[in-house]
């Protein structure tokens, strides 16, 4: 009988889960909302991230080809 109640109780928490995610899920208006605002929509936004990364990729390739410590800056001792 325990294990039954266990069963039960297990079975009526999932459900509860489920439902308190389709309540707090957004409608579909809501996510067409969600993605138009996001960064990847913008193409001006995306270039400059791109721009970005690939600045970051060449500093972090300077770095990997140097034994340079340059996380100690431009200016510290050696």
């Known amino acids: 009988m325990s294990t039954m109640k266990n069963i039960l109780t297990i079975t ?3 459900c509860t889960g489920f439902i308190l ?15 138009k605002n996001l960064p990847e929509a913008n193409p001006v936004k995306m270039q400059e991230t791109r721009r970005r990364n690939a600045l970051m990729m060449q500093v972090i ?18």
């Open 61 to 78: 390739k300077e770095a990997a080809e140097t034994d340079d410590n340059i996380a100690r800056g431009p200016g510290a001792p050696k």
């Open 12 to 14: 009526g928490l999932v």
């Open 21 to 35: 995610w389709a309540v707090a899920a957004p409608n579909e208006e809501r996510k067409r909302e969600i993605l």
